[in-house]
């Protein structure tokens, strides 16, 4: 008699450093008290309607600035920003570099700069928006408030205006344009793009024809 296959399990349980399973990556513009802009990347966004949830580090630079200054623009980069989204990675605009991210990261106050990137005018807040970005939401940050873990805070912004580059838009209309934009993925801390489209919800107003 053959002896008996342990059956594969379906699941295993594991225990994950991180828990980034596929999210957007977005570059937070944000003003620092003399006026200047601070650019962040961050994965942790997500929308409601006209609201953008953000989760954000409790110490850094941007946290602050939206406490105090909630104007703010949510840059949403394509796959071939991914180099810039590093460069930024190590940087903080906190001087000096707070603890918890001391030793791993250095203080940069020009971060545009440092990315590679261009600042262009916003026009309904203060901060930045980043020229290279095809999608680009003037925000306010209407709430704040620490996370249950404390180590985050979450941000509530309600957006303001949309940009986008016209090649993302179907012509004629204000219907950003699924099958010609691709953001920026952050998957388990490696970066992707989308791949071909395999369908789209009954809801959708953009449907197209196999």
């Known amino acids: 008699m053959e002896p008996a296959v342990a059956a594969m399990p379906e699941h295993v349980a594991i225990e994950p450093s991180v828990l980034y399973f596929?999210?957007?990556v977005v570059l937070l513009t944000s003003a620092n008290e003399d006026g200047s802009d601070n650019l962040a990347?961050?994965?942790s966004a997500w929308a409601l309607g006209r609201t953008v949830v953000l989760g954000l580090g409790?110490?850094?630079?941007?946290a602050r600035n939206l406490r105090e200054r909630p104007e703010l623009v949510i840059n949403v980069p394509g796959p071939e920003q991914w180099r810039a989204v590093e460069r930024l990675a190590p940087?903080?605009?906190?001087?000096?570099?707070?603890?918890?991210?001391?030793?791993?990261?250095r203080f940069e106050r020009d971060?545009?700069?440092a990315a590679g990137l261009r600042p262009e005018p916003s026009e309904t807040v203060g901060p930045s928006r980043v020229a290279?970005?095809?999608?680009q939401l003037e925000a306010r940050a209407e709430r704040v408030r620490p996370g249950a873990s404390g180590g985050f805070v979450i941000v509530e912004a309600d957006v303001l205006r949309v940009h986008a580059d016209p090649r993302i838009v179907v012509p004629g209309?204000?219907?950003?344009d699924p099958a010609e934009w691709s953001p920026l993925i952050y998957n388990f801390r490696h970066y992707f793009g989308l791949g071909p489209e395999l369908g789209h919800t009954f809801r959708s107003e953009t449907p197209r024809t196999p």
């Not at 409790?58 to 941007?62: K, L, V």
């Not at 290279?132 to 999608?135: I, M, N, Q, T």
């Open 22 to 24: 596929g999210t957007p």
């Open 41 to 43: 990347p961050m994965s």
């Open 91 to 105: 940087l903080t605009g906190r001087d000096p570099v707070p603890a918890a991210k001391a030793g791993a990261f």
């Open 132 to 135: 290279e970005c095809p999608l």
């Open 173 to 176: 209309t204000h219907h950003v």
């Open 58 to 62: 409790a110490e850094g630079q941007t």
């Open 111 to 113: 971060k545009f700069a």
